[in-house]
């Protein structure tokens, strides 16, 4: 008599069920919804669904998932900080065709791990491997969002904007700019400020804290009794209200004010900061050649200091240790009229030179090098530094006090005060945005490629 057949369930078979279920488990632990596709799938084993954390409303933004369980086998080339792992060509024929986004979460049951990649994220002309890292790929509430990024509708311009749980204060990069009461308008013998200039030089004067425009003089600082008179009518100089000037509708008058700020910054600053006038920018000067050097500033928390002078070696090659270049934190300066007020906004980059005095020939490859690594928290200290710099509070190191040098304090012609924060409703969330998009380097070739037609930018 024949023994009769048995219904059997596979290791295998159970091993998947395992890994969907505990991938079903921790999307509902983080707050979204888990779909399987039960015994009909053939290469997507369900989707996940967003859900708004605060609304508790279902976005409808999807993300179709392929879920690969292994018992305790290591993954190719495991390390403590990454792995790789190859997928089959047909799934990644499947996926292409798929209208959904795919993501492919690894389940490891020996150490309950849990991994996930955009399966478009391998490299061109090796797609079917793909590169996991560790401390960013595993699947928690730190990685969530960007895997929330990939939901957006293929075909569609747009984002995935994740819910926003907690508001934030945003630091603007403005500084309101007080303006003396007064200012001196006279006319000039001189067009323009270049004119002038030699004849300034030639009566030893060395302030350039003013503007000659159509032989129209305008400055903060009294002309009269110094090297000024040399390129003004001071017959015709008169001491007016700032509002007259700095609040016009005229356009000479904007334009002016814009580079009467710019200069009288530069006069009050000239200790610490230069100015590149082909860049336009602002920039620490270095102090003695190829030399470092420090800023002692407050933060958001505490006093602490920046190299905004660093010497760069040469690495290798004949010319190994000695200076390759300087790099000097710097800043573009814009003046801007909101109303009847004047800000200033700070954008933070870059100078770089030969020996902290010549500018280097290969400053532009430099600069689009090291933008290239920025990222936000950088850039928000650089731009919290020079703000500091700016407010006139002064925390540097001095030399020892001398009972007979007498002190000079002088006046600051213009103020710069901070622009309190502004409450955000909502927070940026910095992981949804560092993810690098698999096809940027692909793309970057394509936008490389001249074109015709192409304007070249005026000066």
């Known amino acids: 008599m024949a023994a009769p057949s048995m219904k059997t369930l596979t290791d295998n078979q159970l091993t998947g069920e395992l890994g969907e279920t505990v991938v079903k488990s921790k999307i509902?632990?983080?707050g979204h919804v888990f779909e399987g596709r039960g015994r009909l799938e053939t290469g997507i084993d369900g989707t996940i669904e967003f859900r708004d954390p605060v609304t508790r409303s279902m976005t409808g933004l999807t993300v179709a998932v392929q879920v690969k369980t292994t018992k305790s086998t290591k993954y190719v080339g495991e390390s403590d900080d990454e792995f790789e792992y190859s997928v089959r060509q047909q799934d990644?024929?499947?996926?292409k065709r798929c209208s959904l986004p795919v993501a492919l979460?690894?389940?490891?049951?020996?150490?309950g791990s849990l991994y996930w990649r955009d399966v478009e994220a391998g490299e061109e002309g090796n797609e079917r491997r793909l590169k996991f890292r560790k401390d960013r790929d595993r699947l928690d509430s730190s990685s969530i969002e960007r895997l929330?990024?990939?939901?957006?509708r293929r075909g569609k311009d747009g984002t995935f904007l994740p819910s926003l749980r907690v508001g934030e204060q945003a630091h603007l990069n403005l500084m309101h700019v007080g303006l003396p009461s007064s200012i001196f308008v006279g006319e000039s013998p001189f067009a323009s400020g270049r004119d002038a200039v030699p004849e300034l030089l030639r009566a030893d004067g060395h302030h350039f804290d003013w503007v000659i425009r159509g032989r129209r003089f305008l400055s903060f600082r009294n002309p009269k009794s110094t090297p000024l008179e040399a390129i003004v009518d001071i017959d015709t100089v008169e001491e007016v209200d700032t509002e007259d000037v700095s609040i016009s509708d005229?356009?000479?008058?904007?334009v002016m004010m814009i580079e009467l700020l710019r200069r009288t910054m530069a006069e009050q600053f000239s200790d610490i900061l230069a100015f590149d006038r082909?860049?336009?920018?602002f920039y620490f000067k270095a102090e003695e050649r190829y030399q470092p050097r420090r800023y002692f500033y407050r933060s958001l928390r505490e006093t602490t200091s920046a190299t905004v002078v660093q010497v760069y070696d040469y690495k290798k090659g004949k010319r190994k240790g000695q200076v390759n270049y300087l790099r000097h934190h710097a800043f573009s300066p814009r003046f801007q009229q909101i109303g009847s007020n004047w800000f200033l906004s700070i954008s933070p980059t870059f100078v770089f030179t030969e020996d902290g005095f010549r500018a280097h020939r290969f400053a532009s490859d430099l600069l689009a090098g090291k933008k290239r690594l920025d990222r936000n928290g950088s850039i928000r200290g650089q731009m919290m530094m020079f703000r500091f710099l700016l407010s006139g509070i002064d925390l540097q190191p001095h030399a020892k006090f001398d009972l007979f040098q007498e002190a000079e304090e002088v006046s600051p012609v213009l103020t710069f005060n901070v622009v309190e924060p502004v409450a955000m409703e909502a927070a940026v969330p910095?992981?949804?945005?560092?993810?690098?998009?698999?096809?940027?380097k692909r793309m970057k070739v394509q936008d490389d490629e001249p074109t015709q037609g192409e304007l070249g930018v005026g000066v």
């Open 148 to 152: 929330a990024a990939m939901a957006v």
């Open 250 to 254: 005229d356009h000479d008058d904007a």
């Open 92 to 95: 990644i024929d499947y996926w």
């Open 105 to 111: 979460i690894l389940y490891r049951q020996e150490d």
């Open 278 to 281: 082909k860049a336009r920018l």
């Open 28 to 30: 509902l632990e983080l």
């Open 430 to 440: 910095e992981n949804a945005w560092s993810e690098t998009d698999p096809n940027a």
